[in-house]
């Protein structure tokens, strides 16, 4: 079965910090990563996966199969980082559900 | 364009109604889906659609809930006789169904049912 882990639900730094999300997962098959988040007041939207290998506002995350982890890492926290943020597991090459981690709440004071 | 949008945004219904909650993905899209968000959870999938044909219906939680999407575009969900526990947010995504594309999601609706 798929599921997706992240085990805190809240984190608080300040400014500036370098901030860390984990997110673990399990799953047999060829996983997807995804993280998405949610700013205060808006939808749901991606902010990156993990087949792009990309940097989205600072943020990345690398899939780590061995530990079963999709990390989102910043290195300089800003207060506009302040939201909700949700991992999620699908299945590669596919395009049908995803799978949600119950999300954490980051807040970044100034 | 536009995205996906989700009426009505909020609804109130008595222990009993039935409600009807539509979804108008973004123009082209051929997979949508539903999910369920109790409060502070995460999405939970429902159903998927691939065009009109209904895919994967494996997260509906009863029979209560039925969703179609007649000409492979807007979508709508219902759910009959309403409990307490159907209150949450209800959300709609869709996405180009090739693969690795990521899912574009609504704003929701809100649903409490007193």
């Known amino acids: 079965a798929q599921r997706v882990t992240q085990p805190e639900k809240l984190l608080s730094v300040f400014k500036g910090a370098p901030v860390e999300l984990k997110c673990n997962y399990s799953?047999?098959?060829?996983?997807?990563l995804f993280w998405y988040v949610q700013y205060s007041r808006q939808r749901l939207q991606l902010l990156l996966r993990?087949?792009s290998r990309e940097s989205i506002k600072g943020f990345t995350a690398d899939l780590n199969k061995g530990e079963t982890s999709f990390h989102l890492k910043k290195p300089f926290a800003q207060e506009e980082d302040s939201a909700m943020y949700y991992c999620?597991?699908?299945?590669?090459?596919?395009?049908?559900?995803?799978?949600f981690g119950k999300g954490m709440k980051l807040t970044v004071n100034p | 364009g536009a995205g996906v949008s989700q009426s009505p945004r909020y609804k109130v219904a008595k222990r009993g109604q039935d409600v009807a909650l539509r979804c108008d993905p973004i123009?082209?899209?051929?997979?949508l889906f539903w999910y369920q968000q109790a409060l502070g959870q995460g999405p939970e999938f429902l159903t998927y659609?691939?065009?009109?044909?209904?895919?994967?219906k494996s997260g509906l939680p009863s029979d209560r809930f039925f969703a179609e999407r007649p000409e492979g575009s807007v979508s709508t969900l219902k759910i009959q006789r309403t409990q307490q526990e159907d209150s949450a947010v209800y959300l709609c995504?869709?996405?180009?169904?090739?693969?690795?594309?990521?899912?574009?999601f609504g704003d929701g609706t809100r649903l409490s049912i007193l």
């Open positions: 799953y047999s098959g060829s996983p997807e």
């Open positions: 659609f691939q065009n009109e044909a209904q895919l994967d």
């Open positions: 999620a597991l699908g299945s590669q090459g596919g395009s049908e559900k995803l799978v």
């Open positions: 993990h087949i």
């Open positions: 123009s082209g899209h051929v997979s």
């Open positions: 995504a869709s996405s180009t169904g090739q693969p690795n594309q990521p899912q574009h």
